[in-house]
């Protein structure tokens, strides 16, 4: 009887050990979800952001449109500047109006993004056009 019970000595610590490194790495996987979900969260914002400030530099645009089609740009420029600057990450913001009173905006923006080296920057942009 004694024999029994020394082969069976330790054998609870190991089935111990191995639910702890299971449940460490199931917490680790749900963290890097989490890291994962918020970065997807935020760029959504910021796209988000972007179809927003493009709406509201036409909408800027529209009010103005009693003036000559050339002026449309000059009045709304800065503002449009500030906004981008203020808005998206290294926003840049073109506004181009032909004389068919046809309207085009172009947002660009850096997403980061996390590779296997290093932290990277992407460019992504936002076109929205349309006839005053």
Avoid at 78 to 98: K, R, Y
């Amino acid at each position: 009887m004694t024999k029994t019970i020394d082969l069976q000595r330790g054998v609870g610590l190991i089935e111990v050990l191995v639910a702890v490194l299971l449940m460490g790495t199931s917490l680790l996987a749900i963290s890097a979800l989490q890291v994962r979900s918020l970065q997807q969260n935020h760029e959504a914002l910021i796209r988000t952001q972007a179809n927003i400030l493009a709406y509201d530099i036409l909408e800027r645009v529209r009010m103005a449109s009693p003036m000559a089609p050339g002026a449309l740009v000059l009045p709304v420029q800065d503002d449009m500047d500030d906004l981008a600057e203020n808005l998206l990450p290294n926003g840049v913001v073109n506004l181009n109006c032909n004389a068919g009173r046809l309207c085009t905006i172009t947002l660009t923006w850096s997403e980061f993004t996390r590779t296997e080296d290093d932290a990277d920057q992407q460019a992504s942009t936002f076109t929205y056009s349309t006839r005053l």
